[in-house]
């Protein structure tokens, strides 16, 4: 049988819940597509700090580079929010990011035909919406510099940070956007402020110099400030969308309320060879952690994006995918996506419930 080796990440908060269910539904699409894991469990942000010192020791980075894919939950927590900056569970996950050199960051958004009344959208807007945001994911305002604290010239305290691209890491998440585009609906729209970053203005220019490798791709371009009122004015306008690390960040959040809940959004993280990185969009959820609320959905399909966009395990990925759909056929639903009529579980059960849908592959569409 074939056999991969799975760093798995739970980290903090809801991380731990959401990670052991998506390993058992793994397991089960794997034993019956006769692929075999090899789970390599290691520390990652609050949790490493309280064990080692650090968000990100060697040993973890070390053991995910080596690995065939990483599966990580959440992390951060109130615990940590104070800590120094170097000692955060956030700058672990950068670290982390930028260590895999993931600088790809897929985030499909599509709105189930099951789940639209746990849309905050009218139905006529939600329903059919699906789209993918592709966000770069290793430069930008999170990693430029100069950053830090400091004094200004008139002796008031400052925090200040830089937004950076160089040319060159436009051109490679601009040739995954237009190939992502190419294989959706080829269309593709550029999202920036270049009308007032300079950061921006480069990233437009560099957009349109990719674009002509890609002429059977229609581009476009959008300012973020109306992206974001036109995302929830009428999201079906958008197929594919290409933007800039922070902009990604807060749109990918935005977008999956139009699917009904930041529960349901998974992600994929790529660099040019080594492995892929994969997590769901949330975080810890310190607020409803260690109570058996969690929608897990989110991680079982970063599972899936693992198994297709990670190992090229398409068969199993499409096992897994449907066997969400079927769990949600059957009424299943976690509070945050729960309405009138269906069946309102808590994080394990509705992990039991997709493991039943794995194991009959019964799909009703
Ligand atoms: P969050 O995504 O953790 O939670 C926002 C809201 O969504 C909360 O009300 C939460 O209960 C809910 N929610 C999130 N995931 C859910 C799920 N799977 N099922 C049901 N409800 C869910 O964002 P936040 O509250 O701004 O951040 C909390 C902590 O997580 C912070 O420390 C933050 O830095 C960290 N964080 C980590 C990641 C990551 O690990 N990739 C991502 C975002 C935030
Ligand atoms: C995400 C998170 C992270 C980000 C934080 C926790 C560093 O919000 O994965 O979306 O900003 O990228
Ligand atoms: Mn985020």
């Not at 789940?115 to 059919?128: H, I, N, Q």
Request: net charge negative; aromatic share 6%.
């Amino acid at each position: 049988a074939k056999s991969y080796n799975i760093t798995l990440l739970p980290g903090d908060g809801i991380g731990p819940e959401v990670i052991s269910v998506a390993k058992n539904v793994l397991n089960l699409a794997g034993s019956i597509e006769g692929i075999e894991f090899k789970f390599n469990e290691k520390l990652m942000g609050g949790a490493a700090l309280d064990a080692t010192g650090v968000p990100l020791p060697e040993e973890t980075l070390t053991a995910a580079k080596q690995s065939d894919a990483v599966l990580l939950g959440a992390i951060g927590g109130y615990k940590w929010d104070k800590n120094e900056k170097h000692l955060k569970p956030e700058t672990g996950l950068l670290q982390l990011r930028e260590g895999l050199k993931v600088f790809a960051n897929l985030r499909p958004a599509s709105v189930l035909p099951q789940l639209v009344d746990a849309s905050t959208l009218k139905k006529e807007v939600a329903e059919g919406v699906d789209l993918m945001v592709v966000r770069e994911l290793t430069g930008g305002i999170y990693f430029g510099k100069p950053r830090g604290f400091g004094t200004d010239e008139n002796g008031n305290e400052i925090g200040f940070n830089t937004e950076v691209y160089a040319a060159y890491e436009i051109d490679r998440i601009a040739r995954i956007a237009f190939e992502t585009a190419r294989k959706r609906s080829g269309k593709l729209c550029s999202v920036d402020k270049a009308n007032v970053l300079e950061a921006s203005m480069l990233w437009r220019k560099r957009v349109i110099a990719i674009a002509a490798e890609y002429p059977d791709v229609e581009l476009s371009h959008m300012y973020v400030d109306n992206a974001a009122m036109q995302l929830v004015r009428n999201p079906k306008q958008f197929d594919t969308i290409v933007t800039n690390n922070i902009f990604g960040d807060i749109l990918s959040d935005e977008a999956s309320m139009i699917t009904g809940s930041i529960g349901m959004l998974p992600s994929a993280s790529l660099s040019s060879s080594g492995p892929g990185l994969f997590e769901p969009i949330h975080g810890s959820a310190p607020d409803i952690a260690g109570q058996d609320k969690a929608n897990p959905l989110a991680t079982i399909l970063s599972a899936a994006m693992l198994l297709k966009y990670g190992l090229g395990e398409v068969a199993a990925a499409e096992r897994i995918e449907l066997a969400v759909l079927d769990a949600l056929n059957r009424g299943f639903r976690t509070g945050d996506i729960y309405s009138d009529g269906n069946k309102l579980v808590g994080c394990k059960e509705m992990g039991e419930e997709v493991l039943k849908s794995v194991d009959t592959k019964k799909v009703v569409s």
